[in-house]
């Protein structure tokens, strides 16, 4: 399976909260790196941080558009996040089931056939004001 293919599964997954089958595409030493805070790195960490968004956020990414470089071991990815807030995070305005519409994109870098890196990125203070 070619990168781009593994990441078009890996959203896929996402998008039908097939939590194990995104893991299951992920390296042992997953670097995931947020829009903010410290990476995240490996498998435990990463299911960690699936676990607080399930409980967090109801998200579905749409409009989505993969581009591959010519060694196709790196996938950037541009989507759409329609979202609803479920449940507030310290430091983030309070949550209350508020619906959002976010532009959003991350960069993905594939190697032994798993995904090694998840740096993403979208405007949180654009984020804030969608549910504020």
Do not use: C
């Not at 959003?104 to 990125?121: N, P, Q």
Request: proline residues 4%; negative net charge.
């Amino acid at each position: 399976m070619s990168a781009l293919q593994i990441v078009q599964e890996y959203y896929t997954h996402f998008n039908n909260k097939n939590w194990k089958g995104m893991l299951d595409l992920l390296h042992a030493d997953i670097r995931h790196e947020p829009n903010q805070g410290e990476p995240r790195i490996g498998i435990e960490k990463f299911t960690e941080f699936l676990q607080m968004m399930d409980t967090s956020y109801e998200e579905n990414l749409t409009d989505m558009t993969l581009f591959s470089e010519p060694g196709n071991t790196r996938i950037a990815a541009e989507f759409t996040v329609n979202g609803i807030y479920k449940k507030g995070e310290e430091g983030l305005p309070e949550a209350h089931g508020q619906s959002y519409i976010l532009p959003a994109a991350a960069f993905l870098e594939v190697k032994e056939g798993k995904i090694s890196r998840v740096t993403t990125y979208y405007n949180l203070a654009l984020w804030i004001s969608l549910v504020s």
